[in-house]
């Protein structure tokens, strides 16, 4: 955040108002699938619309992981939002950042002391990483939420090439071309098996004191199969894809500790009688992708108007995404535990996806012009689509919702072209979509990867990675 801005903005919200006043004043905190979709979907509605965030753009997480292993640069899964919203003349963007909601005061206070009044409020903080309580195993195993995320592993990642590039110690070596990604998410997947490309089809040939095809990648995962929420034929499939790229899966494996020298890990050998054993695994680089945790606005919110929050940290919603007695605030994406209200079924959880966040800022739009009418707001139904992932080249597993067929599950290349389109579609712009199937065709024939810039820690640095 450029603090720089913010006397500007604290003039601005204060003292020149930019809408008549009888305009209903709508607040959305967050850019990301939800906040987005909300903002959108109000466009040329008589409302007057703030949309405040930290960073100055949104971003596409999907590809996050492609950014992190050097397959895109930056700019081709993020958007500037000032640019985004240039001809929605109702919406005014603020770059900043919220710590405390004053339910009673309609009033939302951001670290500078702005306060920013609402007549209605649409909080899509999202998520960020959840170590299980210890959070002091950030600093050695990074999650990927941000672009200052992806660009720090990106850094980790090549940095540890270079460190074993140098290191005479065979052992010292080997725990630099040591890479763990713990949890077999989709994100984890997704990493691994695009670390284990890089390894042994991009960097062969740059280095003459190692082998970067002998790197090990290992893929740690607490449950009994990797990809958990796909059915179960495509988790096996995922796996045997997994090793075909020569990723290491451990399954049943809980890490314990981390720090600069690896991790530990305790393996459940016989869940049955609860025996297990714990070993170390020396690795250099080391990926967090296990936990997701609400943002802290979430604890906020509760303070605020005594509403209630999961494990997670999530705000617990109304059917309608309203928290309870508070019905001009509304709570989506993954900052939201709600669930799904379909006529004649019993509700059901809504996961933490990104086709889920942008439904959900739909519903929120249209049910705040409802409560503008004076009309009963509506619950919220999910609709779920599938789910799908890729795990390298030519490799990925899809499971799709396709009425009147029911559900279509397949794996292999065509499911990856399928995850490639897909992906491609769903990008912000014109530009983004060129940019991001030109750098994949020119890496799928030549294996290159050019987004290799590195910035931070110089090679030789005492704190690589």
Known sequence: MHTARLPIIRHMTNTTPTHPAATPRVLII?????????????RGKPVAITLIDRTNHHLFQPLLYQVATAGLSAPAIAAPIRNLFRKQPNLTTLLGNVVSIDAQAKQVHLDDDTALPYDHLIVAAGATHSYFGHDEWA????????????????????????????????????AWLTFSIIGAGP????MAGTLAEIARHTLPGEFRNIDPAGAQVLLIEGGPRVLQAMPESLSQRALEQLNRLGVEVRLNSQVTHIDADGLTVKSVVSPDKDCSSSYQINSKCVVWAAGVAASPLGAHIARATACTTDRAGRVKVQPDLSIPGYPSIQVIGDLAAATSHRPGQAPTSVPGVSPAAKQMG??????????????????????????????????????????????????GYFAWLFWLFAHV?????????????????????????????VVGDEAGSKKLP
Request: proline share 5%; net charge positive; hydrophobic share 45%.
């Open 30 to 42: 967050g850019c990301g699938f939800g906040g987005l979709e909300a903002a959108k979907a109000l």
């Open 139 to 174: 600093q050695h195993a990074p999650g990927l939420k941000t672009l200052h995320d992806a660009f720090d592993i990106r850094r980790r990642i090549l940095m540890a090439f270079e460190a074993a590039e140098k290191e005479p110690d065979p052992a010292k070596r080997k």
């Open 187 to 190: 994100t984890g997947v997704e």
């Open 362 to 411: 739909q519903h929120a739009a249209n049910n705040l012009l409802r409560q503008i009418k004076g009309q009963t707001t509506l619950p919220f139904v999910y609709k779920d689509y599938g789910n799908l992932a890729t795990i390298g080249r030519n490799a990925a597993v899809v499971d799709l919702a396709a009425p009147p067929l029911g559900q279509l599950r397949f794996s």
């Open 425 to 453: 579609y769903f990008l912000i712009g014109f530009r983004n979509r060129f940019v991001v199937l030109l750098d994949w065709a020119s890496a799928y024939w030549s294996f290159a990867r050019y987004a290799r810039v």
